[in-house]
């Protein structure tokens, strides 16, 4: 006789499934907590994935599965050995679970019992408040390059996309971090020569190319990385940080101009308020402006509805 997995599935579907279909013809309602039970469970389901995916218990996860599916194909092909063994292997599954997932669950314990609540359902800070700690990050990174007059070109990518400059140099997909910025423009390190974009809170890549700005009112004595920093300004509406090698002075290049030898101060309030303020005050306005339209649009659409009824009344 094969071994099932150790639950006898006819009663299972007839007391459970079968049963709870009646409850539903009797008692409708409960079709809506069988909807947010379900979504809650795939939630769950969801954020613990998300938790385990790239650490050693998401191999460990496609182990376990792979287990159960064998384990069920040994019992519809009746390989009697096979089934008995794999099925004490998953008697013993939920112990195992526990011994070898230990690392991650008490993480997400700990998680649960902190303030990084929202981080662990996946939660994450608001755009505007992220991209205001990166333009930190740049801000501490420039200062830290023009003390040792090392040069540096960090273009902060807005609405205009520039795959097309991303695309020649080395990608990287990085958090920002003045760190990982200070290190790249190290000098004689392989991704020093180009510039760095960020784009999308990452820093999408490194030793890029930038077009060159030929306009002939530029000043003689800029360097060819100003002139970069410049072009792409002028052919998309990023915002170009640029460290000196020569003097270790901080300019940015905005809208094809350029603005020299900025203080530390000065250049965290050009980048917030050009990064920042600006773009998120104009999402917050049209988010407002949107919202207002649906309200009228209601009541527009009650107030005709209430003249419709009216005139059958009438009539």
């Excluded at 009646?22 to 039970?37: R, Y």
């Excluded at 902190?114 to 801000?139: H, P, Q, R, S």
Aim: overall charge positive; some cysteine; glycine content about 6%.
């Amino acid at each position: 006789m094969v071994i099932d997995l150790g639950m006898n599935w006819e009663n299972f579907y007839r007391d459970n499934i079968v049963a709870y279909i009646k409850s539903l013809q009797t008692n409708p309602f409960e079709l809506v907590t069988l909807i947010l039970d379900l979504s809650i469970v795939c939630f769950l389901i969801y954020c613990f994935l998300k938790v385990v995916k790239g650490s050693r218990a998401w191999q460990l996860i496609k182990g376990i599965v792979l287990l159960i599916i064998a384990t069920g194909l040994s019992g519809l092909l009746n390989l009697k050995i096979l089934n008995w063994i794999l099925t004490g292997i998953m008697n013993l599954g939920v112990i195992a679970i526990i011994v070898i997932f230990q690392p991650e669950l008490r993480r997400a314990l700990e998680q649960l019992g902190t303030n990084k609540l929202g981080k662990f359902f996946g939660i994450d800070k608001d755009l505007a408040t992220k991209t205001k700690e990166d333009i930190y990050k740049i801000v501490i990174a420039a200062t830290e390059l023009a003390k040792t007059k090392t040069g540096a070109l960090i273009v902060i990518e807005r609405d205009i996309k520039i795959q097309d400059i991303i695309a020649t140099g080395i990608p990287m997909d990085a958090e920002v971090s003045p760190q990982l910025l200070v290190n790249i423009f190290v000098p004689k390190t392989p991704l020093h020569d180009g510039a760095v974009v960020i784009s999308g809170n990452k820093i999408a890549a490194a030793a890029c190319v930038l077009p060159l700005a030929d306009d002939k009112d530029i000043a003689k004595e800029l360097g060819t990385r100003h002139r970069a920093a410049i072009g792409v300004s002028k052919e998309s509406d990023s915002i170009v940080v640029v460290v000196s090698e020569e003097t270790g002075k901080i300019s940015v290049a905005k809208d094809g101009t350029l603005i020299a030898d900025v203080r530390e101060d000065v250049l965290k309030k050009i980048l917030i308020s050009n990064i920042v303020t600006k773009r998120f005050a104009v999402e917050k306005k049209e988010r407002r402006n949107k919202l207002k339209e649906l309200r009228e649009k209601l009541k527009k659409d009650k107030n005709t509805a209430k003249e419709e009824k009216d005139k059958k009344e009438e009539k």
